[in-house]
Structure formats: C-alpha cells, structure tokens
C-alpha cells in the first residue's frame, strides 16, 4: 500500500507523537520514511538585532539536528530504513508539500497542534495547509 512515508517534526512533543505513529505504521508495512524539519529564514532586522538572531537561528539548528537524529535512531531501533531532511523556507507546508513530491513519497504523517478558532485564522496551521494542498494524502495524529 504505501511504500515511502514523510514526517514533519518541528521537534515539539506533539511532533515527536506523531514521528512514533509514522515509524510504527511504516514498520507495519514495510515501507520506508523520510523525516524532515523545515527551518523559517529570520529577516534582516537591523545591526542592533543580527547577534540575538543568529543566536537563535543557531537553537533552531542545534533544534533541528536533535530531532531529526531522534527521529532517525527511532526509526532504526524498528528497523525501518530513514533518511532526514532539514530545510529552509518562509513557507513550511510548501516545503513539506515539495519533499514528499521530491522524494516521491506516497503518504505524509504528521501531528497537528489543534489550534482552532481565532488562532488558527491568525496563525495559521502548517498541517491544514498541508492537507488542504498536497496532492499526497495525509494522515495526522493528535
């Protein structure tokens, strides 16, 4: 059924729920996974701000690297085959969208964090624009 499975993970509690359902479900099926986190570019905001931002673009890194290799001795502690990706983009969900179509994945797992009502308008939701526009179907855990 599916053969190559693409995780989201942000590194977030929830995330990581939702990299466990996406290993044991390619585990059920012999399928493989790839594991990606999508680094947002900082905008330039000024010399006064440059030191604070590249501070916390170095967290986010230290952030990414962390749960991508998590995600990858998860997976190989179930014997599952795993590459990781991390990635840069103003737009998460596009680049999510991109790799499963990049690495010809054929379902995307990935945990949502349940923001509703006016949050969600404000802010958004990575995974409501993924499931609203990848052509991959999209299975998402809570």
Do not use: W
């Not at 991109?98 to 923001?115: E, F, P, Q, Y």
């Amino acid at each position: 059924m599916y053969r190559h499975i693409l995780i989201p993970t942000d590194g977030s509690e929830l995330a990581e729920h939702g990299v466990a359902q996406g290993v044991a479900l390619a585990k059920s099926l012999g399928a493989k996974v790839s594991v990606i986190f999508v680094l947002e570019p900082l905008s330039e905001l000024g010399a006064r701000y440059r030191e604070v931002l590249a501070g916390y673009a170095a967290i986010r890194k230290e952030q990414a690297t962390s749960a991508l290799d998590g995600a990858a001795r998860e997976a190989r502690e179930a014997g599952v085959s795993c590459e990781t990706i991390q990635a840069e983009s103003g737009q998460p969900h596009q680049a999510i969208i991109a790799a499963a179509k990049d690495k010809g994945c054929d379902l995307i797992v990935m945990s949502s964090h349940g923001r509703s009502g006016l949050s969600a308008v404000l802010i958004g939701s990575v995974t409501n624009k993924v499931l609203t526009q990848a052509k991959t179907p999209v299975l998402v855990c809570q």
